[in-house]
């Protein structure tokens, strides 16, 4: 008897803090959801593909987060989102193995998986280097940074973004990924080394 | 299957217990309850399983009875055995009906049905009938 | 708390990065309109799915609480086997408890100083 009547008024304070998360809730999502789906963008760089992982990492923080504090939402965002971009990965790499599996008899020309750095390497021998030129335009320059974005290879990037772009500290940097601070400073230092001179080459000076 | 294992086992035993098991014989019965339901005796290995339970229950404060209680506990006790399951149910319910009745009140209607009873087992010792016997 | 200091030119690669952040803001700033709406919709669906997870925490659900509730399937079947158990063993307990009141019912009137038969139709 003693606690069906005390859980009603329970019941009545939870009914109102779930609103009150609610609420939270979706604040949170509407200031992150636009960088969020850039990160998603650059790792994957397919529109549908990344609205598919920003909606399932939204929805694995509603159903599963979404009793938690406000403070502690972007860092479980960050998380749960990396998580799904790498489980994107995954899900990739697996299909490209069974279709290099069945495409196994054709003549391979690139018999080796698609390594972001070699095509860093590609542009640098080819394209001859741009002349430094002050009036290209924000958005050109944006369109760049992108572009040399969506070649880092994926660790680099994640980490690059969620240091310089979320601003985390090394130490939120490295949960997020799950690897050690070390680790994140060494990702972080060769994708702002290897953007500045990606940029460099397309005549972009930002330091 | 772990779980269904568990739930089978605790099923058993939630419904194991309270069940009991089969009826008990009447050799098996302790001397005190044997003395509370001697009238019995005869016809308990027959008794179902059920009325056995609840008449060992029954039976458990009889040693903590008066003399005179435990004459009229096993007085009573076979007529009561008698009784269908309805009978021993309506019983139940006037009993729990008169001791809600206020003690005063209660203990008129006792004197008057104590009267009536008198008058009966005087009517059936002298064998004359009610509407003859003259009240005088 | 930028202490890779045991690289070259560290400060000025710092300020490439925080320059290319803002142009990247910038350019999450600029989404097209189909996106934005697609991420709108994107959030409502979450909202609703924790709204639609909602009835089952209200009653039995805090913060301070939640570590009790079930998380995986496995718990799920594990908290409705309790449940039943619980059920189960109240059941006996009142059928137990029944059995007792009438037992002593049954005696009261076996030794009531008014004859049986009072009682019996």
New interface residues.
Partial sequence: MLAIKN?LP??LV??A??LA??TE??QF??TV???A??QALYAVRN?HTA?DI??DA??K???KY??K?AAELPLLFQRILQNTIRDYYRRQKVQNARTTLFSSFAPKNEDVEYDPLDNLKDDENQSAPAAPDESLQ??Q??AL??EA?GKLPPRQREA??L???EGL??AETATVMGCTEGSV?TH??RA??A??ASLKEKGVD?? | MRNSTITAFLLLCLIGTPAGAATTPWRSLPPVQQEALAPLSQQWDSLPEQQQHRLLKTAKRYPNLSPEQKKRFRDRLEAWSKLTPEQRNAAREKYRAFSKVPAEKREQVKQMIRQDQEVKTLQFASGVPAAASGRD | MNTNTNLPNNDSRDIAAEHIAKLLTRAAQRLDDNTVAALRRARNVALERQSQSKPVFVLSAGHGMRWLMPHSAHQWVATIILLVAILFGGLSYWQHAHENALARLDTAILIDDLPLEVFVD
């Fill in positions: 859980l329970f019941a939870q009914g803090t779930e998360n609610r809730l979706s999502l509407s959801e636009r960088r789906y850039k529109e609205l920003m909606q939204m929805i923080l509603t159903e979404g009793g504090p924000q958005s320059v944006i940074i992108e974005l690059f973004l240091r310089y772009w500290d090394t400073k972080c230092s702002a080394h953007l500045a930002l330091s």
